[in-house]
């Protein structure tokens, strides 16, 4: 069974800095690239950044370039997302997925339909 769990989201400051985390289980996670995304109340999701399963390669939306960073350790099974000079904004539920490179997206396409419960970063204003 595919499985996601994130972690680390936790309310702070204009400017300050947070790490997020997800473990995920029930497939061959080096095999895959790995997405996080963000929802924000009434938005659909979006993407924020992946990491690829080769070269660990990453790419970050622009909304994020130069803020986040994203990384993975294979033998933990677990993706981050380092975030850092974080703005006043709603707060956002942020989730992992596996993903799968399309050549006509910009970021993988989401691998499987069960996702997390997802780990919430409010911005205090």
């Known amino acids: 069974q595919v499985q996601f769990v994130e972690s680390g989201g936790e309310l702070v400051q204009p400017g300050g800095s947070l790490r997020l985390s997800c473990e995920a289980s029930?497939?061959?996670?080096?095999?895959?690239?790995m997405n996080w995304y963000r929802q924000v109340p009434g938005k659909e999701r979006e993407e924020v950044a992946f990491i690829s399963s080769t070269d660990h390669s990453a790419k970050d939306a622009d909304s994020v370039k130069g803020r986040f960073t994203i990384s993975r350790d294979n033998a933990k099974n677990t993706v981050y997302l380092q975030m850092a000079r974080l703005k006043p904004e709603a707060p956002a539920v942020y989730y992992c997925?596996?993903?799968?490179?399309?050549?006509?997206?910009?970021?993988?396409?989401?691998?499987?339909?069960?996702w997390g419960q997802g780990t919430q970063v409010p911005v205090s204003a």
């Open positions: 029930g497939f061959s996670f080096s095999a895959y690239a």
């Open positions: 997925m596996a993903g799968i490179p399309h050549p006509d997206l910009e970021f993988p396409v989401a691998a499987f339909d069960s």
